[in-house]
């Protein structure tokens, strides 16, 4: 990634960015896609998201740092969760006071269904452009993949 990019075209690939999630956003809603009858919030979602995102769960701790709460505003969070069975808590053997959280089959299968969702209408729009503009795609989320991976250990 080249360091001298314009914020000129910066600015202007995120406002195509955010035209491109404005037009995904009507066409979920017209078809009543399965977000509109999440059973979680999107707090709950980005927790979820989070955890499953993790191949050993993550300890409560993680989850606060990462969705940038506090351990009083995760623990009612990670309740829920658990509550309606999208998570499970275990208690690290050497210490009690950590608790390790991991998604349930019932909570991946929730997460599959609601990403499911917005992979039809993806499916469905991809499918209409032609051969080189379905590579051009392809690769314009490679370089992005490319550019976002050094983020991740955030």
């Given at each position: 990634?080249?360091?001298?990019?314009?914020?000129?075209?910066?600015d202007a690939?995120?406002?195509?960015?955010?035209?491109?999630?404005?037009?995904?956003?009507v066409?979920?809603?017209?078809?009543g896609?399965?977000?509109?009858?999440?059973?979680?919030?999107?707090?709950q979602?980005?927790?979820?998201?989070?955890?499953?995102?993790?191949?050993?769960?993550?300890?409560?701790?993680e989850?606060?740092?990462?969705?940038?709460?506090?351990?009083s505003?995760?623990t009612?969070?990670?309740?829920?969760?658990?509550?309606?069975?999208?998570?499970?808590?275990?208690?690290?053997?050497?210490?009690?006071?950590?608790?390790?959280?991991t998604?349930?089959?019932?909570?991946?299968e929730?997460l599959?269904?609601m990403?499911?969702?917005?992979g039809e209408v993806?499916?469905?729009?991809?499918s209409?452009?032609?051969?080189d503009e379905?590579?051009?795609?392809?690769?314009?989320?490679?370089?992005?993949?490319?550019?976002?991976?050094?983020?991740?250990?955030?």
């Amino acid at each position: 990634m080249t360091t001298t990019t314009s914020s000129t075209s910066v600015d202007a690939a995120l406002q195509a960015f955010h035209q491109w999630m404005a037009a995904l956003q009507v066409a979920r809603a017209r078809r009543g896609e399965p977000w509109s009858e999440c059973p979680m919030t999107v707090p709950q979602l980005r927790a979820l998201s989070s955890i499953i995102a993790s191949p050993s769960g993550r300890t409560s701790r993680e989850l606060a740092t990462l969705l940038g709460v506090g351990a009083s505003a995760i623990t009612p969070l990670v309740d829920r969760l658990v509550d309606h069975g999208f998570v499970e808590r275990h208690e690290d053997p050497r210490d009690r006071r950590i608790a390790h959280l991991t998604a349930t089959p019932t909570g991946r299968e929730t997460l599959e269904r609601m990403l499911a969702g917005k992979g039809e209408v993806m499916r469905e729009a991809l499918s209409r452009l032609g051969t080189d503009e379905l590579e051009l795609v392809t690769l314009a989320f490679g370089v992005l993949r490319a550019a976002v991976q050094p983020l991740e250990g955030i």
